[in-house]
């Protein structure tokens, strides 16, 4: 079998509405359960979506490449994500579903078992706290900004916030909200058995379809919630750690940094970043170029003095 009808052009075309054979109904007495293994092999082939069965192995499919501009395909370990993503999509799209699977006859409490199983591996935690828009493509919101602005308890200067929050988005911790590190915590645990106790609950597709939407959004909670505490945790960490050093010598409100000053952040930061950094912090530094004067000012009268404060960043640098 062709996994997740990838080059299928004889059989499958993205463009039609759909091919379906190997008729279920016909095998199976009103009411039986049956093992899902035993049910005859099928080809349902819409649009937006696909199952089959042949053999001991079902594929799974959603979206197509002509029109959708994604496509995604699976087997039986994944049909918790699968029925989530297809609860998330177009409501005639599910709605399409649940009437084509329930007229052609693969009964929910059939596959229900192999449902449960693929939930207890965890599989639909990811979908539903916030899938590849999250998890993937990192769009999750400003909420560090937000956090420093408005949640970080320390009596700041607008000025000092704005060099800690620069500082921040250099030095932060981005796996801190990465997919690997949500499925260490407690949040996964509570979710696969959210997931699993929808799926149980129900007894048709449309049943496990709305069960599954819920299912959802206790996801997105648990996913906010977790990141949320994330971010914050960091944050301050990240703050005690800028709180500690004499990288931006808060104290200084106007006039131009010291040689002792200038030192620490070269020491810390190579003269790119120093430059930058004293531009940002010092009222009367107005410029790039007049950061970068000073600069390689304090270096010829360092390398005069026989000191070369910056020499380990020369190589990686480069010249201004």
């Known amino acids: 079998m062709t996994k ?14 759909g091919v ?8 199976r007495a009103k009411g039986e359960i049956i093992d899902p293994y035993d049910l005859p092999d099928f080809d349902i082939n819409e649009h937006n979506w696909g199952l089959e069965k042949t053999g001991d192995e079902f594929g799974l499919r959603l979206g197509n490449w002509t029109d959708a501009g994604w496509h995604w ?13 297809m609860g998330g999509a177009r409501g005639e799209i599910s709605q399409d579903f649940i009437e084509i699977m329930d007229s052609y006859g693969v009964p929910f409490e059939t596959l229900k078992s ?31 900004s937000e956090e420093i602005r408005y949640g970080l308890d320390k009596d700041l200067t607008e000025k000092e916030t704005e060099a800690f929050e620069e500082y921040y988005y250099i030095e932060m911790d981005s796996g801190s909200t990465d997919y690997d590190k949500f499925t ?30 819920d299912a959802n ?46 030192e620490n952040l070269l020491k810390n930061f190579g003269r790119v970043e120093t430059m930058k950094k004293i531009q940002t912090n010092y009222w009367d530094v107005e410029s790039i ?14 390398i005069k003095k026989g000191r070369r404060p910056i020499e380990k960043e020369q190589h990686r640098l480069g010249d201004f």
């Open 4 to 17: 997740g009808w990838h080059g299928e052009k004889q059989r499958h075309s993205m463009a039609s509405k």
């Open 289 to 302: 170029d007049e950061a970068k004067k000073l600069v390689k000012q304090y270096e010829g009268d360092a």
């Open 73 to 85: 395909s699976g087997n039986e370990s994944q049909f918790a994500g699968y029925l989530i993503r």
């Open 20 to 27: 379906r054979s190997g008729k279920v109904k016909q095998y």
């Open 217 to 262: 959004e206790v996801g997105q909670e648990a996913s906010w919630e977790f990141s949320n505490n994330a971010v914050v945790e960091d944050i301050y960490e990240k703050f005690e750690e800028w709180n500690k050093t004499d990288r931006w010598n808060k104290e200084v409100e106007s006039g131009l940094p010291d040689d002792e000053t200038i």
């Open 114 to 144: 192999l449902i449960i199983q693929s939930a207890k591996s965890g599989d639909g935690v990811y979908m539903i706290t916030g899938d590849n828009v999250k998890w993937h493509f990192g769009q999750d919101g400003e909420r560090e």
């Open 184 to 213: 260490e915590s407690g949040y996964y645990d509570d979710l696969v058995d959210e997931i699993v106790s929808a799926v149980e609950s129900a007894e048709s597709w449309e049943d496990v379809l709305n069960n599954l939407a």
